[in-house]
Nanobody, 115 residues
């Protein structure tokens, strides 16, 4: 069974940058699309970025477009989310999963944007 482990979160000032990583166990990683989600306190979990298995097609929520970049390294079974120009409203727990065929969620990684 594929397991997902997110890392790279932390506390950052507005305008700062972070890179999140999503390590997936299991050899099927490379044939699956991946996405990054976030959930702020009291709100639903929303998809903010997705990438196809080949890495050729990416999509972003309007709220992060131009600031976040999703990528993947199939040789390392890892997906990334590069976040720049962070805003306080980006504060949330970030998760990765396959938007097209979700599997059990990992523990997520906390991102806090605050001065």
């Amino acid at each position: 069974q594929v397991q997902l482990v997110e890392s790279g979160g932390g506390l950052v000032q507005p305008g700062g940058s972070l890179r999140l990583s999503c390590a997936a166990s299991g050899s099927i990683f490379r044939i699956n699309g991946m996405g990054w989600y976030r959930q702020a306190p009291g709100k639903q979990r929303d998809l903010v970025a997705s990438i196809t298995s080949s890495g050729l097609i990416t999509n972003y929520a309007d709220s992060v477009k131009g600031r976040f970049t999703i990528s993947r390294d199939n040789a390392k079974n890892t997906a990334y989310l590069q976040m720049s120009n962070l805003k306080p409203e980006d504060t949330a727990v970030y998760y990765c999963n396959n938007p097209w065929a979700p599997i059990p969620w990992g523990q997520g990684t906390q991102v806090t944007v605050s001065s």
